[in-house]
């Protein structure tokens, strides 16, 4: 199975189980600050939906609007609870994605 139908499997197994929590990972602390989200690490974010954009992005998360603004993340900046039915996925997701993307950067530099 290619990276492309990997990412749409998880995505579609995700569709099934939203809406869910997740809490941010450091970086997207960072952003949604700067946006003016008073947001911690201990924030619960609620995710709404899930999209595969395909290996540009992997997958990616509409998180709960707040007022006029939805924000989307990719799966990689959420942590998801041990406790989520699709846990196990969702981290072999993430750590395939980061070592991907390491790779992808390495060969641009």
Known sequence: MGIKEE???????LKAVVP??????RELVVLLRKKGNP??????LI??????SGDLSGI?????????????????HLNISSSHPLY????????????RIR???EMDG
Not at 60 to 76: F, I, K, P, S
């Open 20 to 25: 869910f929590t997740a809490l941010p990972i």
């Open 47 to 52: 995710v709404k939906d899930v999209y595969n």
């Open 7 to 13: 990412y749409e499997e998880l995505m579609q197994k």
């Open 88 to 99: 196990r996925d969702i981290v072999d997701y993430q750590r395939k994605r980061k070592k």
């Open 60 to 76: 990616l998360c509409m998180l709960e609007q707040r007022e006029e603004e939805a924000t989307v993340c990719g799966l990689v």
């Open 103 to 105: 790779r992808l950067n």
């Open 39 to 44: 947001i911690t690490l201990n924030t619960a």
